[in-house]
Structures are given as structure tokens and as C-alpha cells.
């Protein structure tokens, strides 16, 4: 198990010579607008995946992926040419679907957006369905002197009371 350090550091150099490979041109009509996203090495340097994206329809994809299919012994002799390692990585090259993910969070944040004025607007027009406010508020002052006159007129029936049954 080689060092991550040193597994990470050969994913990014990877990534820069399939980058620059792949701007210089590779001699087929079927590749697209090809972007190297990502890399990764497994922890005992053998194997490569490459991430990638294609600018354009479905179709474009398609005919993409089957180019750098039939490029990928090419790449990795170029990969094995610039790389200071005794083994050369196998390449798999992966779509990643960093577009699809990103409009599919775009149309959830709209979604939400839309539902966020639907209630500001349904909020504006809301009345209550009691009180303005339901909480018990503290009592004033002068009504705490007038329970505590009644209640001692309470105490002093309640005197009365006793002193008739003795």
C-alpha cells in the first residue's frame, strides 16, 4: 500500500498529462469537447480512474466515450512516459455526471424559491386563529392588589367561620 500522499500526487500529475494529451488532439473525429475532471489512484498505484465530461448532447457523449475507449492503450503509454513510477497505472475512463447533478440541485433550488413566495404570499393574507397572542402575559400591578383584597376577605369569612363552631 503505497503512501496517500503520494497516490493523490500521482492522480493530479496524471490528470495534468491526459489534459494536455487530450488539447494536443488525438486523431479521432469522434471525440468531443472532453473535460478531465477527476482522478483517482488506488492506495497500490495500479489502477486510474478518469473522471470525465463532454460538452454536448447525448449523442456527442456517446461517440466521446467510445473515442477515449479506443485512445485509452495511447494515454496510458503517454502516462507511462511522464510519470516516475515502475508500474504504469490502468486507465478507466468515467463519465461524471457533475452536470446532471448540478441543473438537477438548480431546478430543486427554484422549486424551493417558488414555494418560499408561495408562502410569503399566503402569510401577508393569514389572520390568526385566536388571539394575537396566545401566551399567558404577566399581570399588572393593580390586579395583583385587588386578588390580594379578595383574598383577604376570604381569610377573615373563614375566621368567622371558626369562631361560630367553637
Known sequence: MADPARAAKMADRIKVIIAKRLERGIKDPRL???TITDVRVTGDLQH???F???YGTDEERADSAAALKSA???LRSEVGKNITARLTPSLEFIADGIPENAALIDSLLAEARNRD???AALATSASYAGDEDPYVKPRSFE???DDEDEDDEEEDDDDDEEQDVR
Open 72 to 74: 485509452t492503450g495511447m
Open 32 to 34: 468531443g469537447f472532453v
Open 52 to 54: 470525465y465530461t463532454v
Open 48 to 50: 486510474a480512474s478518469v
Open 117 to 119: 413566495t408561495e408562502v
Open 143 to 145: 390586579e395583583d392588589e
